[in-house]
């Protein structure tokens, strides 16, 4: 089992290259606003509800996918509401099941982001498309851990599908059918 676990900073990219590497493997893809969202209509963001049940939801689906041998791409934005040690515990949890965390940063320079941050597709998800908050956020950032990289990629001179390649490449990914998503009795 692979975890591709997929970082950066808002519109870096994370989740249109998760897109292509399932375009390209079939490694599905679990991404940062499935739990995001189904949480803020409940809880507010970054309170300790929010903060707890996004990271043991997060840890249950690495779990469970490791078990069964099911590889996938996470996407992650570094941010202060995460507990310290999350990636450590993700590479702990994967590794102590004999799966493998691929870590993958995603970098993109301030003027594209900017360029990028309002775009149409960021609201299919609560997605941050404000350029006043992503300015806030940026000079708030100082102390917001982040993961390792065992590769890093940027996306201002790489698109999509030549990340995805050069992701699986470096990582000698195997492509992995995709299931039914209701299977017939």
């Known amino acids: 089992m692979d975890l591709v676990f997929l970082h950066g900073p808002a519109a870096s990219g994370k989740l249109t290259v998760a897109r292509a590497l399932e375009a390209r493997l079939g490694l ?3 991404h940062n606003h499935l739990v995001v969202d189904s ?3 409940v809880f507010p ?28 791409t996470f996407t992650f ?3 202060a509401t995460v ?6 515990r993700v590479r702990e949890l994967v590794e102590a099941g004999g799966g493998r965390v691929c870590f993958v940063r995603l970098r993109v320079s301030e003027a594209e ?18 350029l006043e908050t992503l ?15 065992d590769l890093d990629i940027d996306t201002d001179t790489s698109d999509a599908a030549r990340s995805a390649a050069t992701i699986a490449d470096h990582f000698a990914l195997a492509p992995q ?6 299977p017939l009795p």
């Open 113 to 130: 982001q900017e360029r990028r941050i309002g775009a149409a597709s960021r609201s299919e998800f609560r997605k941050l498309t404000s």
């Open 135 to 149: 300015r806030r956020i940026r000079a708030a950032r100082t102390g917001v851990e982040q993961p390792p990289a």
């Open 77 to 79: 934005a570094p941010e």
């Open 39 to 41: 949480l803020l209509p």
């Open 177 to 182: 059918p995709t299931p039914p998503p209701y």
């Open 28 to 30: 599905p893809v679990f």
């Open 45 to 72: 963001f970054g309170s300790e509800p929010f903060v707890r049940l996004r990271e043991t939801f997060w840890t249950a689906v690495f779990a469970d996918a490791v078990r069964a041998g099911r590889s996938l």
């Open 83 to 88: 507990r310290p040690g999350f990636p450590g």
